[in-house]
């Protein structure tokens, strides 16, 4: 049989308050990551690595560097029909925008109606994962489901801060689809477990829009497709969960094995960056046979100058982008963004440096995050002394990690 035509539609829409103030300027899907890449880059790469090659993001917040970054960087050819584009909310139902992930695609409809697939992949733009699309298609459409929810085992205790899918003793038919449930259904096979929701999904269209027009009529409804149009499904007996262990994807490793993130807070998004920067990661980007797509910006390669006395300029254990210069300057278990400089007898521990950071001479950075062009003065400290950090006005997030906004002027 010949492969289903599929749409792929990315919901990038959303505010990100968590991640603030790095979504104080930007979309959420646009926040940088692991140096080159924006978060976009890994759903968008899932899918056209897997041959899903006609996708629509949709937009809404702070959207102008995220809508900027996909024309620029995504650019198919159309000889047979590809594209990427992003879909900004354009009140095409009347005057108010998306209410919800269901209210995006539902006024969205002229998307899945010009393009008429067979299914149509729904996934979020936030997270950090590599996945093959299509194992989960063909189990879709093995099972005759009308919509299959990508899950992923958790611990129970873990439980409680996702959307849990409840399937019965298969293991795949969903009974139940919870919000951050108090007790979490556990797993036919393994009591200690449930199944987290991925927010992924695969919807054989006409179930998808039929579920989009009875959601629009409910006016008690968020329209949101995890809290309102799956658990509709669930009722209508039409839903299928898929686990993510099952997902093989060409030149993963037992490290990597079913690595998928929520970077949505400060302490997550650190975290991951903290481990992309070790020997053996758990998240390898070196994987040549499933890349993670980017464009990378034309800058000269990264240079490492001064090996005199105290002044040295070197990078152990860290991730540096092209057009990085560290003149002089230590800079251990970090990563750092395109153009940006260190100093002169600058040290940069367990730090990440996004764009254009400037670092003055005997500067000092700890356990912090620096949104994109920031000059830090010689001799600053940032992130040693916690409330001296809150007192010039930069978050300290919960795990104590310090967050320098965008173009925000450091002072002693």
């Not at 890449?37 to 560097?65: E, G, P, W």
Request: hydrophobic letters at 40%.
């Amino acid at each position: 049989m010949p492969d289903p035509s599929v749409l792929g539609i990315v919901l990038a829409g959303g505010a990100g308050t968590r991640l603030a103030p790095l979504t104080d300027d930007r979309a959420k899907p646009a926040v940088p990551f692991g140096g080159v890449y924006r978060l976009v880059d890994f759903a968008l790469s899932n899918l056209v690595n897997s041959n899903i090659r006609k996708i629509c993001v949709l937009t809404q917040y702070k959207s102008h560097s995220l809508d900027r970054h996909i024309s620029v960087t995504w650019r198919m050819s159309d000889l047979l029909g590809n594209y990427v584009t992003p879909v900004p909310a354009q009140q095409r139902l009347g005057p108010h925008w998306y209410t919800g992930s269901a209210d995006a695609i539902f006024q969205s409809m002229n998307l899945i109606n010009d393009e008429n697939p067979e299914l149509v992949v729904v996934i979020g733009a936030d997270h950090v994962y590599r996945m093959d699309p299509r194992q989960m298609i063909a189990q879709h459409l093995e099972t005759g489901a009308g919509v299959t929810v990508a899950a992923l085992p958790v611990n129970r205790q873990d439980a409680k801060a996702f959307g849990i899918v409840g399937v019965g003793g298969d293991g795949r038919t969903v009974t139940t689809f919870l919000e951050k449930p108090a007790d979490p259904p556990p797993l036919p096979d393994s009591p200690e477990e449930s199944f987290a929701s991925m927010g992924i999904y695969v919807f054989t269209t006409k179930v998808l829009v039929d579920a989009l027009r009875r959601d629009a009529d409910d006016p008690d409804s968020r329209h949101d497709v995890g809290g309102n149009i799956i658990p509709m499904l669930v009722e209508d007996g039409v839903a299928q969960a898929y686990d993510f262990l099952t997902n093989k994807v060409p030149g993963s490793t037992e490290r990597d094995f079913g690595y998928w993130r929520d970077v949505g807070t400060i302490d997550a998004y650190f975290d991951a960056h903290m481990d992309l920067r070790t020997v053996d990661p758990m998240f390898n980007l070196y994987n040549y046979r499933w890349p993670i797509l980017t464009h990378v910006e034309n800058l000269p390669p990264a240079k490492f100058v001064h090996d005199t006395g105290d002044r040295v300029g070197r990078a152990i254990d860290s991730l540096v982008s092209n057009g990085v210069i560290v003149s002089g300057g230590l800079v251990r278990e970090s990563v750092l963004s395109p153009g940006v400089r260190v100093n002169s007898w600058a040290t940069i521990e367990c730090s990440v440096l996004l764009h254009n950071t400037v670092v003055g001479r005997h500067a000092e950075i700890r356990k912090a995050i620096i949104d994109k062009h920031v000059v830090v003065p010689e001799g600053v400290k940032i992130g040693v002394d916690k409330e001296h950090d809150r007192a010039r006005g930069f978050v300290v997030s919960p795990g104590g990690i310090t967050v320098v906004g965008k173009g925000q002027v450091v002072t002693e």
